[in-house]
């Protein structure tokens, strides 16, 4: 083979390889233009601006150094949720759940970071954050047991686990874990100690580092371990993987536990890292975040990072648009879930795009049964 | 022969429930002569807090037996009970707001028909996509401090609602609780005793067997679908035009799941799912009874688990296995 | 007026497309009144596009169909039924939960009122059913009658809607040959009532048997029509495959060793946790072919997933090279030595969604070079998938391709490569050319016959009578879960073995 050729063939590889990149970033890009299209329809029906009220979005979200940093804190926990979700996909799992794990992982950091003394900061807030992802990766095998060993599907036992972990979570924040201090009088557990707080370093919060490092570690896991290849295998064609001898039973709950993990260890950060307590309804939403942001990353863990910034931005945004545009901050709700829509029904972009290729399909769906 | 045949069939299928049910009668029997008025109120109630259950297990099971999962009851609950709370409030009636409450739901049905039969896409993301959908546009839309104009109230069948133990529960009943009631059986003839029943049947068993005979399973699956959202609808606005009177942010709290469960308890048949739904009632009145008389110091969180703990149990098989519409969850390709 | 007229159907130049190929390229088709019409050709050659095109399952992007020399639009199964055509698919088309009669009438209900009438329908069953020989219970559940009675309610379901033309696509793939009989003996008496019938196969001998006319087609085209007294097996074969070719494989006489896999007292239960084998034993040794035949059903499936790790197994012993083994562990037993090509390859044997190197390791994937530690090491797979593609001539456009795009025969090819090349004691092969292409069948039984001779046990499990005779050393029959006997080839007549796979005993 020739020099020129050897270098012709590296062109067209490069360009080759700019073009699926370009493809696969079309899709989302293209459901989050519509999305956004059809969220100012609806604020112009509802009677506000939809001008206003982007700018107002846009403002508070990246307008300013602070404003950037909300959106980044506000990320940080969705990347982990996000990443817990598509953890799960590739599994073969869906796991709604990630609401759930996540509300153990907030409320055991809290109670490991307002309650263990004396421990330097540079164990203390580990210690807290490990506790919180163990918490949700506990809660998160109960589904992958339960769907292994009695068929039970996790997309309804997830669910209603999340009911139960609000219930549990309310319970411990207005019993036994409320905040003593005699001017609460709301459920909420006492401030975590300065030792177990991750800090904002020059405006940019630690959490955030770590939630990238995460992403980082999942995909080496997912991508390059014979652990994730089994992952992939068991979510791919669990027949298949069996045939081959991989223990389907056991992967599936340590698929369900490792997502509960990430989940867990989202909600850790999101007490450690922003709220500084655990308060019942300070993270409600975070794990069906998740979903969205799974899918719209494209159930890859890198292509979560910038989804979970896109929602983030616009859970940061939100009210700064309510104050100063009047709109109720839910219209983000609606763009969001209208994201989820184009990007789950992405048939119907790639057919205004004409792309052929049929792009990697998640599939779950396969009856309550067996 | 024959008929000690369809009696195994019979055991096999429903002993565990026939059980459980002959033990909830002579439960309810006893607490009957021990305390007359408590057990027909708890029995009342029981009824009542079946019907969204009870509905919302029907819109399952006719998209089910279709061939279609739906896990987007949900927010199709949520999405009626609100636009027939919303439609109630602008024009102060009731019938009209029943209308805009189903339909809001059969368009739902639609869509998630479009999403799962002609895009394709997995069911259970495009039921998921309906219930967050439903949760933002309710959310956004929703203004805190709205009642309705009037609830729909109670009729009493004449004498029938006088009689002992159950006359309270089945005879003195608002309109839709009546409905349930009323298209349960509905749905039971037309699924096993009518032609678009067996059509129906067959599409969700096996669409191609259905196809080489003729019948258009894109069409069959798209009606149930919508037929069911608007069942699923009639179960929303029972919560907000029947139950409560008023709207609240995530008012259907889970009851859109709890019904996949019923349904798969009732072993995707409307007599079994009205079994199972009057069982989770009678939890959930009982419980309501036990904080009401405060005699047990449970936390009420605890409590309120147990509508979920029990979809749990269901659904981890301990009544008993049961078999799926076979074809269910597979997006059906003409060749 | 024409001759035209004495067609019962007739499709002319009829071409359908899918993405990539021609399946019908301008294919010519007469059916005679009263005449049973064999319709030959191998997987793939367009025999069930065209009658699909026929029953309107298909749209054909040129030609014409007529019927009683008449042009007709058949645009969806309905209007093929309205025209008095009925189809028997290969894959029965019946839903398991539902009764006989519910099937038979479905599409074509009466009712009373709103509500069927099933009264009427099992009457009129009924009366179908006898003037036609065809017997049938109408109130049994179609999954719990057998194969056999499963396609008389097939053809039941065609005469019940007046078909006056009947296709029959592969009837006899999940027979008997007793069966098979009978049902020729049902086609004689329908087209003495007038059916005009098309009968599909790929097996030579029934086309001879029973067929007044054959049409032979290849890669989409008709390759010529002819009459069981014109032709020979020979001609036929070499008709439907282009060349020249060996009906029988080439092997030399068995040299068996010590016995590599014993099975005793084997009972395996299905997945309806209905005990599906009933006690079997056995065993294989290296350097012989140990043949299992028996008609679909009977345990088979059951057996060889049992054997391989996957399940169902309920009691029983079984020993790899003298090594216990234990129930439900696929791993031990691949690293023990067992080598398993599945019966299905799309749902055990490959990932559609994996590129070709994945599923090259897909048992080795944890074992040096292929992985070190927990880290995989890709470099090394690439180049297992770059040799085996060349080792067993995988028509692939390179190793990334996707197994799902490939043909069955090259996906099969996938399957024999991994399980071939890694060290085996014993290769258990299920069905292993079950859908594949002639020249496929030939390497694959080509590539058996070598692992037997380098020293390997070979368990071959087959409904293809045929490929039993000609491959293995000793032959097994599997009757209902048991076996019926075990002897030399050679021992039996293909007509002896027919009847012991029917539950006959010989009497010798």
Redesign the interface.
């Known amino acids: 083979m020739s020099e020129e050729q050897n270098q012709s063939s590296f062109l067209a590889n490069l360009l080759d390889w700019v073009l699926r990149v370009l493809q696969a970033v079309s899709v989302p890009f293209v459901a989050v233009f519509l999305a956004m299209l059809i969220g100012a329809v609806i604020l112009a029906v509802s009677g506000a601006s939809p001008w206003a009220a982007y700018s107002a979005l846009f403002k508070g979200s990246f307008g300013s150094p602070e404003a950037f940093t909300r959106t980044l804190e506000k990320a940080t926990p969705l990347v982990f949720s996000g990443l817990a979700v598509a953890f799960a996909f590739k599994g073969g799992l869906f796991n709604i759940g990630a609401q759930g794990q996540l509300l153990f992982g907030a409320i055991i950091s809290a109670a490991l970071g307002f309650a263990i003394e004396g421990l330097p900061a540079y164990i203390h807030a580990p210690l807290a954050l490990l506790g919180g992802a163990l918490a949700g990766a506990l809660f998160g095998a109960i589904p992958g047991a339960l769907k292994t060993y009695t068929g039970a599907h996790e997309v309804i036992t997830t669910i209603m686990l999340n009911y139960i972990a609000i219930n549990t979570t309310d319970y411990l924040a207005d019993g036994p874990w409320k905040d003593p201090s005699p001017s609460n009088i709301v459920a909420r557990t006492p401030k975590i100690l300065e030792t177990a707080v991750v800090p904002d370093l020059g405006g940019f919060p630690v959490g955030f580092l770590l939630s990238i490092l995460f992403a980082v570690l999942i995909w080496w896991l997912l991508q390059q371990t014979t652990l994730g290849f089994e992952i992939r295998t068991v979510g791919q064609n669990p027949d298949a993987a069996e045939y081959s001898g991989m223990k389907v039973a056991r992967t599936v709950i340590l698929t369900m536990m490792i997502s509960g993990f990430i989940a867990g260890m989202g909600g850790s950060i999101e007490t450690q890292g922003i709220v500084g307590r655990y308060q019942p309804g300070f993270n409600s939403g975070l794990g069906f975040e998740g979903i969205t942001i799974a899918l719209l990353g494209k159930t890859s863990p890198f292509g979560v990072i910038p989804a979970a910034l896109l929602v983030g931005a616009m859970d940061a945004g939100s009210s700064q648009m309510q104050f100063s545009a009047n709109v109720a901050n839910e219209i983000v709700d609606v763009i969001q879930a209208l994201i989820l829509f184009f990007v789950a029904a992405d048939v119907i972009i790639r057919w205004l795009l004409r792309i052929r290729d049929e792009g990697d399909v998640v599939k779950l769906t396969t009856g309550w049964g067996k | 022969m024959a008929i000690s045949q369809s009696w195994k069939r019979y055991f096999k299928q429903w002993g565990a429930l026939t059980v459980l049910g002959f033990f909830v009668i002579i439960a309810v029997g006893y607490y009957y002569l021990k305390d007359p008025q408590i057990t027909e109120a708890v029995l009342a109630s029981a009824v009542r807090q079946a019907t969204p259950l009870v509905l919302g297990a029907m819109c399952g099971l006719i998209g089910e037996r279709s061939g279609i999962i739906n896990i987007g009851i949900e927010g199709q609950m949520l999405m009626s009970a609100f636009i027939g709370f919303l439609v109630n409030v602008w024009t102060g009636n009731l019938l009209l707001a029943v209308f805009a409450g189903v339909s809001t739901g059969a368009l739902l049905g639609l869509l998630l028909a479009f999403m799962s039969v002609t895009l394709k896409i997995d069911q259970i993301i495009g039921g998921t996509v309906i219930n967050i959908v439903a949760v933002g546009l309710s959310g956004y839309f929703y203004q805190v401090g709205l009642t309705t104009k009037g609830k729909l109230a109670p009729i009493p069948l004449g004498k029938l609602a006088d009689l002992p133990v159950v006359g309270r529960a089945l005879f003195n009943n608002p309109p839709i609780t009546y409905s349930a009631i009323i298209l349960v059986l509905v749905v039971h003839y037309v699924l096993f005793y009518t032609r678009w029943g067996l059509r129906t049947r067959a599409v969700g068993e096996h669409p191609r067997a259905a196809d080489t005979v003729g019948i258009n399973v894109y069409l069959m699956r798209y009606v149930n679908v919508i037929i069911g959202g608007g069942v699923a609808g009639l179960g929303g606005v029972f919560l907000t035009l029947e139950a409560v009177g008023s709207f609240e942010r995530l008012m259907t709290n889970g009851r859109g799941f709890v019904a996949l469960a019923v349904m798969i308890f009732g072993k995707w048949t409307p007599l079994g799912s009205w079994g199972a739904a009057l069982l989770f009632g009678m939890t959930s009145a009982i419980q309501t009874q036990i904080q009401f008389a405060g005699t047990v110091n449970i936390p009420h969180q605890f409590i309120g688990m147990l509508p979920y703990l029990l979809t749990i149990i269901v659904l981890a098989g301990v009544v008993g296995k049961s078999r799926p519409p076979a074809a269910e969850g597979i997006p059906y390709e003409k060749e | 007026m024409t001759e035209n007229q004495h067609f019962a159907l007739e499709a002319r130049r009829v071409t359908k497309r899918f993405p990539g190929v021609i399946a019908n390229d301008q294919v010519d088709f007469t059916l005679k009144k009263g005449e049973i019409h064999g319709l030959l050709g191998e997987n793939g050659a367009g025999k069930s596009t065209l009658m699909?095109v026929i029953?309107g399952?298909?749209t054909a992007e040129e030609g014409q169909i007529l019927l009683d020399g008449e042009e007709v639009q058949i645009n969806?199964?309905?209007n093929a039924?309205d025209q008095g055509i009925g189809?028997v698919?290969q894959h029965?088309?019946?839903?398991?939960?539902?009764t006989v009669t519910?099937?038979i009438?479905?599409?074509?209900?009466v009712?009373r009122g709103?509500?069927?009438d099933l009264t009427k329908a099992r009457k009129d069953i009924q009366n179908l059913s006898e003037s036609f020989g065809l017997h049938v219970d109408p109130?049994a559940i179609v999954e719990d009658i057998p194969v056999g009675v499963q396609q008389r309610v097939e053809i039941l379901?065609a005469l019940y809607r007046d078909a006056k033309i009947l296709v029959l696509d592969e009837p006899t793939a999940v027979l008997t040959p007793q069966e098979a009989d009978d049902l020729f003996q049902i086609m004689h008496k329908l087209t003495e009532q007038g059916v005009s019938i098309v009968f599909i196969t790929h097996k030579l001998r029934e086309v001879i048997d029973i067929a007044d006319r054959i049409t032979v087609m290849r890669g989409g085209k008709v390759v010529g029509t002819t009459t069981p007294e014109e032709t020979t097996k020979q001609g036929l074969a070499e008709m439907m495959v282009g060349r020249e070719v060996l009906l029988e494989v080439e092997k030399e006489p068995a040299q068996p060793g010590e016995p590599v896999l014993e099975v005793r007292d084997f009972v395996v239960r299905d997945e309806r946790g209905i005990e599906a084998v009933h006690g079997i034993s056995f065993e294989v040794r290296e350097g012989e072919i140990l043949g299992i035949a028996g008609v679909q059903g009977n345990g088979q499936t059951e057996l060889a997933e049992a054997l391989?790790?996957?399940?169902g197994g309920e009691s029983g012993e079984l020993f790899l090279g003298g090594e216990k083994m234990p129930q439900k562990?696929?791993?031990?037993?691949?690293?023990s030595g067992m080598s398993?090509i599945?019966e299905d390859r799309q749902?055990?044997?490959?990932?559609?969604?994996?590129p070709l190197t994945?599923n090259l390791v897909?048992?080795t994937?944890?074992q040096r070079p292929f992985?070190r530690g927990?880290?995989?090491n890709k470099r090394a797979v690439l180049n297992n998938a770059e040799k085996l593609i060349d080792d067993y001539d995988v028509r692939t456009p390179g190793p990334l391709v996707k197994a799902g795009k490939l043909s069955g025969g090259n996906q099969q090819k996938v399957i024999v490569a991994r399980e071939l090349s890694r060290p085996l004691k014993l290769l258990l092969a299920n069905q292993p050319t079950r859908g594949l292409d002639v020249g496929s069948i030939e390497y694959i039984h080509k590539r058996i016959i070598q692992e037997r001779d380098k020293g390997a046990a070979v368990l071959l499990i087959s409904a293809e009578l045929d490929e039993i005779l000609s491959l293995a050393d000793r032959i097994a029959v599997i009757y209902q879960g048991k076996l019926v006997s075990i002897h030399q080839a050679g021992k039996f007549s293909k007509s002896e073995l027919g009847l012991l796979m029917a539950g006959s005993t010989l009497t010798d």
């Open positions: 699909n029953y399952l298909y969806n199964p309905h039924i189809m698919h029965f088309m019946l839903v398991p939960v539902f519910e099937n009438i479905l599409g074509s209900e009712t709103t509500s069927l109130d379901k391989t790790g996957l399940g562990d696929p791993r031990k037993l691949i690293e398993h599945p749902r055990h044997g490959l990932v559609m969604t994996y994945d897909l048992c994937y944890y992985a927990v880290q995989r």
